[in-house]
């Protein structure tokens, strides 16, 4: 009994700690929150169906900064677009032949599907095919084919109007690329300032550390794409991202070491005077860096050439961007993403017969649902199971609850936009949490979003309601079977081939610190990246059934490979094999 009041008191104070604020989590959480209540006024005033999931697709549209929302709204609105001039006629072939209806939905799940983990398209696949499955189910409720196509422009205008407002919304309050890396650049440096008093521990440096310099210079390839910088500024980013990085490094190095106090009272404050000007863009100046003494460590060092390159008055080179083609490496050889959109595709079928066969169209969420809900491995499945699950009761329990106590006090739209803005500012605040719970939030915006809006104003129907909370659970369910039982994939092989990569990582990093060191900065944080993912990854195997994990002696082969390797990352790959003592 007292281990699991241990185990839960544990767990409560972990999801604690995932619902603490980060820099810009509140700033894109109303952010998104206010643009589900104005899509709401606009559904509710031009009579635009299924407002639940245009405010979805807002969840996963949205990103940090409005560079990348922008491109990725402009992306779907291009190839909804597309999807709907090819629905048109393919309606007009369907629409008397159920059996045909079926094929096409099957056919078109699984290719987005299989292009949804197979390419660069992402989330946009699984969307893309839920708005195409959605329309064709509604055709054996539609007797002709104009009216057919007329819903069919429906659910282009269900996808694109939320889409519009991102863009409008982003070009009026959008978080700018520029700034918002700024803001995550300065906010590094002053977790390192943090490091050296002792005030962060060596986990929460890792942690960053984890995080690599993939989405930085991601978002400096927005700032050049939209010419939201001059070419100087730009280049003085970039290194400021490698070097920033650099200096966390050393940082997390010297956490370990006894550095004198007053030594590190001084980087202290040069890291947070560095944080300070780069957050307002500008060069921060090192005329007062300290000289080193000749017994200062390695990591010393390499701090304070961190500090000066970022002072802009020394260059560490560029780093050689990362070329990726469209599709995975191994998209055509490996059949697990034909398999995966197989088993989504099978599961949103299943749901849509079950519904059918029972004529019992409130439940149809169920298919939704799968389209949302597709996942990848066995783990995978396990945890965010348990997130739908918890996420999906809670947001209905809104939903009830709202219905109940404050829809007949809401007077007009305004009413309603300030519920649903609350509730989604609820779910985006989970949603852009770490990874633990952040699958829980669009679960608690989704749900609460298909029990409230049921039509085009406040509603009161309870039992609609209660049969949309049955699909989602139905769809969840025949996602689990279908994910643990067809074609089970343990995330073990995920597992040894992001430490496969890790190692061969930092085979040769020494070597290359000393000749291409902005090279061996983006190596070290891509090397970061691959320990961390294989971290998730062995927590998640803990989920799987015993079946599917590997032994205990291979799996404790694994968890030592994975400690050895961040121990060698820690602590020697970033230093020049030539600089290590004795050399």
């Known amino acids: 009994m007292a281990t699991a009041k241990t185990g839960l008191s544990s767990l409560v104070q972990l999801v604690w700690q995932d619902l603490q604020p980060t820099p810009g989590r509140l ?13 709401v006024l606009l559904a509710m005033n031009y009579g635009i169906p299924e407002s639940a999931v245009s405010c979805f697709v807002i969840f996963f549209v949205m990103k940090s900064d409005a560079g990348e929302s922008s491109v990725l709204a402009l992306a779907l609105v291009v190839l909804v677009s597309f999807v709907v001039l090819l629905m048109v006629p393919l309606i007009q072939v369907t629409i008397q ?23 660069k398209l992402g989330p946009l696949g699984g969307i893309i095919a839920l708005v195409i499955a959605f329309v064709l189910t509604l055709l054996g409720y539609v007797p002709f084919g104009e009216i057919a196509t007329r819903a069919v422009l429906y659910a282009w205008l269900m996808t694109c109007a939320p889409m519009g407002l991102v863009l409008i919304f982003n070009l009026c309050f959008g978080l700018y690329p520029h700034k918002v890396l700024r803001r995550e650049l300065a906010a ?18 890792w942690d960053e550390l984890a995080l690599g310099v993939s989405a930085q210079q991601k978002r400096l390839g927005w700032i050049r794409l939209f010419h939201l910088l001059p070419a100087q500024s730009q280049a003085e980013l970039d290194q400021t991202i490698l070097n ?15 550095l004198d106090n007053d030594q590190a009272t001084v980087f202290a404050q040069l890291c947070e005077r560095c944080a300070h000007e780069i957050e307002q863009g500008r060069l921060p100046q090192m005329n007062d860096l300290p000289e080193l003494p000749s017994s200062s460590s390695l990591a010393e060092q390499d701090l304070r050439d961190a500090l ?39 599961a949103a079928v299943l749901c849509y017969l079950i519904y059918s066969a029972a004529d019992w169209q409130g439940i149809h969420t169920a298919m939704i649902t799968c389209y949302v809900a597709a996942l990848g491995s066995t783990g995978e499945t396990v945890h965010k199971l348990a997130l739908r699950i918890v996420g999906c009761l809670l947001g209905a329990a809104l939903g009830f609850l709202t219905i109940l106590f404050v829809m007949p006090y809401l007077l007009d739209i305004g009413a309603l936009m300030a519920v649903v803005f609350l509730v989604s500012l609820l779910g985006a605040w989970v949603f852009y949490g770490p990874e633990r719970i952040s699958y829980a939030g669009i679960q608690i915006a989704f749900a609460f979003y298909l029990v409230t809006l049921q039509g085009f104003g406040p509603s009161f129907d309870l039992d609609s309601a209660r049969d949309r909370v049955l699909g989602i659970l139905l769809g969840n369910v025949v996602m689990y079977v ?16 992001r430490l496969s990569k890790a190692s061969a990582g930092l085979m040769g990093l020494g070597a290359l610190w000393q000749e291409r060191p902005a090279q061996a900065v983006q190596q070290s944080a891509s090397v970061a990246q691959e320990l961390s993912a294989a971290k998730y990854g062995l927590a998640l195997m803990k989920l799987e059934p015993a079946r599917l994990r590997p032994d205990d002696e291979q799996t404790q082969a694994m968890q030592t490979q994975w400690q050895e390797l961040r121990q060698q990352f820690i602590g020697e790959a970033y230093v020049p094999a030539s600089r290590h003592p004795g050399d």
């Open 244 to 258: 920033s990085y650099r200096a966390l490094l050393a940082v997390a190095v010297l956490r370990d070491q006894h």
């Open 308 to 346: 000066l390159a970022l002072s802009g008055a020394v260059s560490i080179g560029r780093a050689e961007p990362e070329h990726d083609s469209f599709m995975v490496p191994d998209a055509w050889r490996n059949p697990v993403y034909q398999h995966h959109a197989l088993k989504a595709t099978a």
């Open 482 to 497: 279908m994910f643990t039982q067809v074609w089970p994939v343990s995330i073990a092989g995920s597992v040894r081939q």
């Open 188 to 205: 590094r440096l002053r977790l390192a300032a943090q490091g050296l008093m002792g005030q962060a521990n060596t986990q929460d440096l």
């Open 97 to 119: 032949y159920p059996a045909w209806r079926l094929l096409a939905m099957v056919l078109t799940s699984f290719v987005l599907l299989f292009l949804g983990v197979a390419s």
């Open 27 to 39: 700033a894109l959480s109303w952010r998104v929150a206010a643009l589900c209540a104005l899509m």
